[in-house]
C-alpha cells in the first residue's frame, strides 16, 4: 500500500467537503472530515461496486445513516467517477442540485437509500441483509452466487442514542446477519456538545448483548487497522458486527477538531485555509483536486467494478446450468412477466364475497393468493400477525436457519419494521409488506413518510381501523391516523369496504411502482357491496348504490361506514329521497381521476352530502360540508354500542340529510 496516496485521497475527501459545505455557506463538516479515512478504506479496499452501473444488483451497499454528513458520500460519489461532476459538488445543497442537504435515493446515483432522520440508516440497512440473505438463500447454487453482497452502515453517536437502532440491531443479531456490517463514527460529539451529558452507555456491550460482534479501532485515522478490523468483520458468517471508530468530528481543522461547533456550521473561510495548511494539501484553489488522487480513485473504482464482470460472466453460466432459475431471477427483477398485472384473471381473487367478513380476513385470503403468483413477496408483523391476518401459509418463516423463508416476524419493533420493509424495497428484487394494528401507526409512521419520500411501494396493512375494534378501548382505537396517512404526499390509502374493494387495493398495491399503499382494515365483521362494484375501488371513489332517479342526496362513506350508508340510503329512499351512495375507499386516487369522471361521481349539483367514516373528519370538507365522523377520542366498550355513542349509524345519516 502506498501510505501517501492513501493520505492525500483521504485529505480530499476532507477538502471537497470543507469546499462545499464553505461555497454553500451551510451543511455539517464534522462527519465527513472525521469519518473520511474510514470511509476511504471501506470504499477502496474492501467495497465491491461499479460506476457505471450504479444499481448494480448485487453491489455491496453503503448506507450513510448519519445522512447530514452528505458531503462525505458525494465526495466519495465525485471521486470514484459515480457521474458527479466537480460542478455538482460546488452546487451543494442548492436548488435542484445532485448534492441536495442531505443524501436523496433515486435522486443522486450511488445513493442507496435517503438518509437525514438518524438511526433510519440502520434499520434500512437491515432490511437490505435481510433481502440479500433471502435472495442468495433463493438463488445461488454451489459455485454460482448470484446474490452475495455486504451491507455497510456508517453511523454516528445520534443513529446510536436512537430508539430504531437497538430495535434494528436486536433483530439484526437475532437473524445472525452475519453480512450487515455497521461502522461507528464514535465521537462522542453531538449538537449539544460531548455526548457525555446525555449518552454514556456502553454501545458495544449493548451490540454484543445484541448478537453482533464488536471491533474497536482506537485511531480513526489509522487506515491499516480500520481495514483490518473490516476484514474481521467480513470473517465473522455467524453475527453482525460492530465496528467502533474512535474518531475526532472535525479531524485536520486545528480550530474545529474534537468541538461540537464542527458539526452543522461551515469551517469558515480561514479555518478552511487552516485546514489545508494542516493537512499539507498542495492546492490552494478550492474544488481541485490533484491528478494522481484522481487516478488513484479511477484505478481504485476499475478494481471494484471487476466484481461486476465477474458476476456477468457468472450469470451467464448459472443461466445455461440453471434456465429455470434464471428465468424466476429475472421474474424477482421485474424484467420478465408481469404476475401483478393479471391478478383478476385469477378466480378467486376477484370473487364475490360470500356473507360478511372482516376486511383483514379478506386481505388474509387475499395474501394467501398473493404469495402463490408473486413468487418475490415477503412480509410480516410485528408480533401481530394472526391479528392482522398476514401470514402466508407453506411460505416457511424467514430466520437465521430458514432464510428462505417469507414471513418476517419483526418482534414488537414497529419503527424498525417501517425501516425495514423500505431497506428490502431498497435492495431490489423483492415486494415487501408490514404491518400492526392501525393505531400503532403512529410508531412506523416515519418509516411510511420516508417510504413515500424515496418512491417505494412498501406496502403498509394496517389493521383494527377505528372504535370498530370495540372493547380495547381509546388506546387502540385510531382516530386521527387516517387524515394523517392521507396527508402524506405520495401515498395511497386505501380503507376497503368488503372483500372486493380489499382485492382492488392489493391490487392497486401490488401494481405500485413509485408510492407506497397503505391499506386499513376492519377488525369487525362487513356486509358485501352489490356485486361487482368493488372492482372500481382502484379508482379510489365510484357509485356503489345509485339513486332511483337523479339524486337528491349523496352519502360519501369508506370501509366499514359503506354499509351503514346502505342502511341509510333505503331508509332515505323509502322517504322519496333519492339517494346514492359514494364509496370512498382511497380519497388520493378519486381526486387524480378526470374532472369529467369526478363530476360524473360527486355532480356539483348535488349539495345535499354528507361524509361518513369513524374517524376524525378533517379533510372532509372538500366533499361536503356536514360529517358524521368523531373528532373525539374512543372508549371501551362493545364496538355496535360505541357506534351508537359516537352517533355513526344510519339514522344520524337520514336526519343529516332529510
Ligand atoms: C431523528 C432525528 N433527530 C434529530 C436530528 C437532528 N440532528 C442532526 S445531526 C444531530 C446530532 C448527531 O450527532 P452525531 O450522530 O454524533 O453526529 P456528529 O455530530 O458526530 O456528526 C441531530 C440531533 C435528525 N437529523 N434526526
Ligand atoms: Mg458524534
Same mark, same amino acid.
Given at each position: 500500500?502506498?501510505?501517501?496516496?492513501?493520505?492525500?485521497?483521504?485529505?480530499?475527501?476532507?477538502?471537497?467537503?470543507?469546499? +462545499?459545505?464553505?461555497?454553500?455557506?451551510?451543511?455539517?463538516?464534522?462527519?465527513?472530515?472525521?469519518?473520511?479515512?474510514?470511509?476511504?478504506?471501506?470504499?477502496?479496499?474492501? &467495497?465491491?461496486?461499479?460506476?457505471?452501473?450504479?444499481?448494480?444488483?448485487?453491489?455491496?451497499?453503503?448506507?450513510?445513516?448519519?445522512?447530514?454528513?452528505? &458531503?462525505?458520500?458525494?465526495?466519495?460519489?465525485?471521486?470514484?467517477?459515480?457521474?458527479?461532476?466537480?460542478?455538482?459538488?460546488?452546487?451543494?445543497?442548492?436548488?435542484?442540485?445532485?448534492?441536495?442537504?442531505?443524501?436523496?435515493?433515486?435522486?443522486?446515483?450511488?445513493?442507496?437509500?435517503?438518509?437525514?432522520?438518524?438511526?433510519?440508516?440502520?434499520?434500512?440497512?437491515?432490511?437490505?441483509?435481510?433481502?440479500?440473505?433471502?435472495?442468495?438463500?433463493?438463488?445461488?447454487?454451489?459455485?454460482?452466487?448470484?446474490?452475495?453482497?455486504?451491507?455497510?452502515?456508517?453511523?454516528?453517536?445520534?443513529?446510536?442514542?436512537?430508539?430504531?437502532?437497538?430495535?434494528?440491531?436486536?433483530?439484526?443479531?437475532?437473524?445472525?446477519?452475519?453480512?450487515?456490517?455497521?461502522?461507528?463514527?464514535?465521537?462522542?460529539?453531538?449538537?449539544?456538545?460531548?455526548?457525555?451529558?446525555?449518552?454514556?452507555?456502553?454501545?458495544?456491550?449493548?451490540?454484543?448483548?445484541?448478537?453482533?460482534?464488536?471491533?474497536?479501532?482506537?485511531?480513526?485515522?489509522?487506515?491499516?487497522?480500520?481495514?483490518?478490523?473490516?476484514?474481521?468483520?467480513?470473517?465473522?458468517?455467524?453475527?453482525?458486527?460492530?465496528?467502533?471508530?474512535?474518531?475526532?468530528?472535525?479531524?485536520?481543522?486545528?480550530?474545529?477538531?474534537?468541538?461540537?461547533?464542527?458539526?452543522?456550521?461551515?469551517?469558515?473561510?480561514?479555518?478552511?485555509?487552516?485546514?489545508?495548511?494542516?493537512?499539507?494539501?498542495?492546492?490552494?484553489?478550492?474544488?481541485?483536486?490533484?491528478?494522481?488522487?484522481?487516478?488513484?480513485?479511477?484505478?481504485?473504482?476499475?478494481?471494484?467494478?471487476? +466484481?461486476?464482470?465477474?458476476?456477468?460472466?457468472?450469470?451467464?453460466?448459472?443461466?445455461?446450468?440453471?434456465?429455470?432459475?434464471?428465468?424466476?431471477?429475472?421474474?424477482?427483477?421485474?424484467?420478465?412477466?408481469?404476475?401483478?398485472?393479471?391478478?383478476?384473471?385469477?378466480?378467486?381473487?376477484?370473487?364475490?364475497?360470500?356473507?360478511?367478513?372482516?376486511?383483514?380476513?379478506?386481505?388474509?385470503?387475499?395474501?394467501?393468493?398473493? *404469495?402463490?403468483?408473486?413468487?418475490?413477496?415477503?412480509?410480516?408483523?410485528?408480533?401481530?400477525?394472526?391479528?392482522?391476518?398476514?401470514?402466508?401459509?407453506?411460505?416457511?418463516?424467514?430466520?437465521?436457519?430458514?432464510?428462505?423463508?417469507?414471513?418476517?416476524?419483526?418482534?414488537?419493533?414497529?419503527?424498525?419494521?417501517?425501516?425495514?420493509?423500505?431497506?428490502?424495497?431498497?435492495?431490489?428484487?423483492?415486494?415487501?409488506?408490514?404491518?400492526?394494528?392501525?393505531?400503532?401507526?403512529?410508531?412506523?409512521?416515519?418509516?411510511?413518510?420516508?417510504?413515500?419520500?424515496?418512491?417505494?411501494?412498501?406496502?403498509?396493512?394496517?389493521?383494527?381501523?377505528?372504535?370498530?375494534?370495540?372493547?380495547?378501548?381509546?388506546?387502540?382505537?385510531?382516530?386521527?391516523?387516517?387524515?394523517?396517512?392521507?396527508?402524506?404526499?405520495?401515498?395511497?390509502?386505501?380503507?376497503?369496504?368488503?372483500?372486493?374493494?380489499?382485492?382492488?387495493?392489493?391490487?392497486?398495491? &401490488?401494481?405500485?411502482?413509485?408510492?407506497?399503499?397503505?391499506?386499513?382494515?376492519?377488525?369487525?365483521?362487513?356486509?358485501?357491496?352489490?356485486?361487482?362494484?368493488?372492482?372500481?375501488?382502484?379508482?379510489?371513489?365510484?357509485?356503489?348504490?345509485?339513486?332511483?332517479?337523479?339524486?337528491?342526496?349523496?352519502?360519501?362513506?369508506?370501509?366499514?361506514?359503506?354499509?351503514?350508508?346502505?342502511?341509510?340510503?333505503?331508509?332515505?329512499?323509502?322517504?322519496?329521497?333519492?339517494?346514492?351512495?359514494?364509496? &370512498?375507499? *382511497?380519497?388520493?386516487?378519486?381526486?387524480?381521476?378526470?374532472?369529467?369522471?369526478?363530476?360524473?361521481?360527486?355532480?356539483?349539483?348535488?349539495?345535499?352530502?354528507?361524509?361518513?367514516?369513524?374517524?376524525?373528519?378533517?379533510?372532509?370538507?372538500?366533499?361536503?360540508?356536514?360529517?358524521?365522523?368523531?373528532?373525539?377520542?374512543?372508549?371501551?366498550?362493545?364496538?355496535?354500542?360505541?357506534?351508537?355513542?359516537?352517533?355513526?349509524?344510519?339514522?344520524?345519516?337520514?336526519?343529516?340529510?332529510?
Amino acid at each position: 500500500m502506498n501510505k501517501e496516496i492513501d493520505n492525500l485521497s483521504v485529505n480530499a475527501i476532507r477538502i471537497l467537503s470543507a469546499d +462545499a459545505i464553505q461555497k454553500a455557506n451551510s451543511g455539517h463538516p464534522g462527519l465527513p472530515l472525521g469519518a473520511a479515512p474510514a470511509a476511504y478504506t471501506l470504499w477502496s479496499r474492501h &467495497m465491491k461496486f461499479d460506476p457505471l452501473a450504479p444499481q448494480w444488483i448485487n453491489r455491496d451497499r453503503f448506507v450513510l445513516s448519519g445522512g447530514h454528513g452528505s &458531503m462525505l458520500l458525494y465526495s466519495l460519489l465525485h471521486l470514484f467517477g459515480f457521474g458527479l461532476k466537480i460542478e455538482d459538488i460546488m452546487n451543494f445543497r442548492q436548488l435542484d442540485s445532485l448534492t441536495p442537504g442531505h443524501p436523496e435515493y433515486g435522486h443522486t446515483a450511488g445513493v442507496d437509500a435517503t438518509t437525514g432522520p438518524l438511526g433510519a440508516g440502520l434499520g434500512m440497512a437491515v432490511g437490505m441483509a435481510i433481502a440479500e440473505r433471502h435472495l442468495a438463500a433463493k438463488f445461488n447454487k454451489e459455485g454460482l452466487p448470484v446474490i452475495d453482497h455486504y451491507t455497510f452502515a456508517l453511523a454516528g453517536d445520534g443513529c446510536m442514542m436512537e430508539g430504531i437502532s437497538s430495535e434494528a440491531m436486536s433483530l439484526a443479531g437475532t437473524l445472525g446477519l452475519s453480512k450487515l456490517i455497521v461502522l461507528y463514527d464514535s465521537n462522542n460529539i453531538s449538537i449539544e456538545g460531548s455526548t457525555d451529558i446525555a449518552f454514556t452507555e456502553n454501545v458495544r456491550k449493548r451490540f454484543e448483548a445484541f448478537g453482533f460482534q464488536t471491533l474497536l479501532v482506537e485511531d480513526g485515522t489509522d487506515i491499516e487497522a480500520i481495514d483490518k478490523a473490516i476484514a474481521e468483520a467480513k470473517a465473522d458468517t455467524e453475527r453482525p458486527s460492530l465496528i467502533e471508530i474512535k474518531t475526532k468530528i472535525g479531524a485536520g481543522c486545528p480550530a474545529k477538531e474534537g468541538k461540537s461547533s464542527a458539526h452543522g456550521e461551515p469551517l469558515g473561510v480561514e479555518n478552511v485555509k487552516a485546514l489545508r495548511e494542516n493537512l499539507g494539501w498542495p492546492i490552494e484553489e478550492s474544488f481541485v483536486v490533484p491528478d494522481e488522487v484522481y487516478e488513484n480513485y479511477a484505478s481504485l473504482a476499475e478494481n471494484a467494478a471487476k +466484481a461486476h464482470a465477474d458476476w456477468d460472466a457468472l450469470m451467464k453460466e448459472y443461466a445455461e446450468k440453471y434456465p429455470e432459475d434464471m428465468k424466476l431471477f429475472n421474474e424477482y427483477m421485474g424484467e420478465a412477466g408481469d404476475a401483478a398485472a393479471k391478478l383478476y384473471d385469477i378466480p378467486d381473487f376477484a370473487k364475490d364475497q360470500e356473507g360478511a367478513v372482516a376486511t383483514r380476513n379478506a386481505s388474509g385470503q387475499i395474501i394467501n393468493i398473493l *404469495c402463490k403468483v408473486l413468487p418475490n413477496l415477503i412480509g410480516g408483523s410485528a408480533d401481530l400477525a394472526p391479528s392482522t391476518k398476514t401470514y402466508m401459509n407453506d411460505c416457511g418463516d424467514f430466520s437465521k436457519a430458514t432464510p428462505e423463508g417469507r414471513n418476517l416476524h419483526f418482534g414488537v419493533r414497529e419503527l424498525a419494521m417501517g425501516a425495514i420493509g423500505n431497506g428490502i424495497m431498497l435492495h431490489g428484487g423483492l415486494r415487501a409488506f408490514v404491518s400492526t394494528f392501525f393505531v400503532f401507526s403512529d410508531y412506523l409512521k416515519p418509516m411510511a413518510r420516508m417510504s413515500a419520500l424515496m418512491k417505494l411501494p412498501t406496502t403498509f396493512v394496517l389493521t383494527h381501523d377505528s372504535i370498530g375494534v370495540g372493547e380495547d378501548g381509546p388506546t387502540h382505537q385510531p382516530i386521527e391516523q387516517l387524515a394523517t396517512f392521507r396527508a402524506i404526499p405520495n401515498m395511497l390509502t386505501f380503507r376497503p369496504a368488503d372483500y372486493t374493494e380489499t382485492a382492488a387495493a392489493w391490487y392497486t398495491a &401490488m401494481n405500485s411502482t413509485s408510492r407506497p399503499v397503505s391499506l386499513v382494515l376492519s377488525r369487525q365483521n362487513l356486509p358485501a357491496l352489490p356485486s361487482g362494484v368493488g372492482k372500481n375501488a382502484v379508482r379510489g371513489g365510484y357509485i356503489a348504490a345509485e339513486a332511483e332517479g337523479a339524486p337528491d342526496a349523496i352519502i360519501i362513506a369508506t370501509g366499514s361506514e359503506v354499509g351503514i350508508a346502505m342502511e341509510a340510503k333505503a331508509k332515505l329512499d323509502a322517504k322519496g329521497i333519492n339517494t346514492r351512495v359514494v364509496s &370512498m375507499p *382511497c380519497v388520493e386516487l378519486f381526486d387524480e381521476q378526470s374532472e369529467t369522471y369526478k363530476e360524473g361521481v360527486l355532480p356539483s349539483s348535488v349539495t345535499n352530502r354528507v361524509t361518513v367514516e369513524a374517524a376524525s373528519t378533517f379533510g372532509w370538507d372538500k366533499y361536503a360540508s356536514k360529517h358524521i365522523g368523531i373528532d373525539t377520542f374512543g372508549a371501551s366498550g362493545p364496538a355496535d354500542l360505541l357506534y351508537k355513542k359516537f352517533g355513526i349509524t344510519a339514522d344520524a345519516i337520514v336526519e343529516a340529510l332529510s
